[in-house]
């Protein structure tokens, strides 16, 4: 294949179908495609948040909305088949740890049964040629090795989100095999690969208990941040890092076929390892106005990985994915985006930023269309 690109060669005029493009992830991969030309339908419940990235750019007029719940599954059909998709991009998800303790059976339906229901209506959608879902780092056993885990390393979890989106990548096979591979009887061919993200920050995620997010809301108040684990640590990156990859999977699985009808990892440089500590003293430092942090430790009966590094080798060699942005452009940006919403910039203005920093993050291989 050639170099990892995003262009709007491949992308313009495309019919694409997200899920979950109400949350943080799905603004900036909304913009993303408005911005090269792609047609899209997003599918998801409305922004839980206030503020919310989605509202915050009226990203609504940036694709065709609609308000839906993945777990039911006769909206989903309907909303997919209708929209006679080229490619379906799968990021709706209950996505928060510690929410997963409180809510464990939402959980568990969200991601799981949420997950059959898009499968079923792909299987009916006759235009659709590609499918990537997404699901975390998180889907590994976690014994805390300090090298990166790899595609083949054994699924599960000890908490009911990590827990749920290993059952999300053995649903993911399943369908591949049963369904969309070409040596199954009732299958048709569909490529269907699945993404695998660290940790991912950038600006416009407003979530509970996630540190980005938390760190905002105490320098906003004046407050100092808490930590509760400050040494943990994980696979962190800017969002449009994953969001690259998960478009480069669609294409390749568009134009490529079976060959990359497989899971992915998308993970940062091995130089780029962080502990949570290094993360809040670089915002802290890039926020100013006197923003500290401090160290609570959290609840002993919750289970937190400590250690949790991906390996994302398999992506370099098939798609020629690499992460691209230096984790200080990355606090940089993020600081800006925020730093602009706070002060009260328009959505035109939060927009043409937004679409400015995937420009600059990731340099000429973001091409927006004319």
């Known amino acids: 294949m050639t170099k990892f690109a995003v262009t709007s060669d491949f992308w313009r005029g495309k019919r694409v179908f997200v899920t979950g493009h109400t949350g943080f992830k799905g603004g900036w991969l909304v913009q993303w495609l408005s911005d090269l030309g792609a047609i899209c339908r997003g599918f998801a419940l409305a922004p839980e948040t206030k503020p919310a990235m989605f509202e915050l750019l009226n990203a609504h007029e940036l694709c065709e909305h609609v308000i839906g ?29 510690r929410r997963s303790y409180r809510e464990p059976a ?76 070409d040596d199954s009887p009732i299958a048709r061919v569909l490529p269907t ?22 760190a905002i809301r105490a320098f906003s108040a004046g407050e100092p941040l808490v930590l509760r684990s400050p040494d943990a640590v994980r696979p962190w990156q800017h969002c449009l890092e994953p969001l690259s990859g998960y478009l480069e999977l669609a294409r390749a699985c568009y134009e490529g076929g079976a060959a990359f009808a497989k899971a ?21 430092a890039e926020w100013g106005d006197g923003a500290e942090w401090r160290h609570e430790p959290g609840e002993a009966h919750l289970k937190e990985a400590k250690l949790l590094l991906l390996d994302p080798g398999l992506a370099q060699r098939e798609l020629s994915w690499s992460p691209q942005i230096a984790f200080t452009d990355a606090i940089r940006a993020t600081g800006d985006w925020y730093r602009a919403a706070h002060d009260g910039a328009s959505a035109d203005e939060m927009r043409l930023l937004t679409s400015r920093q995937i420009a600059e993050l990731l340099g000429p291989q973001s091409e927006p269309a004319p």
């Open 69 to 97: 719940d993945v777990r039911d599954a006769g909206a989903v059909s309907e909303a997919l088949t209708s929209f006679r998709p080229d490619i379906v991009i799968h990021m709706a998800a209950q996505p928060l740890v």
């Open 106 to 181: 939402a959980t568990f339906d969200t991601n799981v049964m949420g997950t059959v229901n898009v499968l079923e209506a792909c299987r009916r959608a006759e235009t659709l040629g590609a499918v990537v879902v997404v699901t975390t780092d998180k889907c590994y056993v976690n014994n805390e090795w300090d090298y990166g885990y790899r595609e083949a390393d054994a699924l599960g979890g000890k908490d009911p989100y990590s827990a749920s989106k290993a059952c999300t990548e053995i649903v993911t096979h399943a369908y591949r095999q049963s369904f969309f591979a």
């Open 193 to 214: 690969a699945s993404g695998r993200a660290g940790n991912v920050f950038g600006g416009g995620d407003y979530s509970e208990d996630r540190l980005i997010p938390d």
């Open 264 to 284: 992915y990892n998308f993970g940062p440089a091995p130089d780029q390892l962080l502990t949570v500590r290094d993360i809040a003293d670089a915002l802290r």
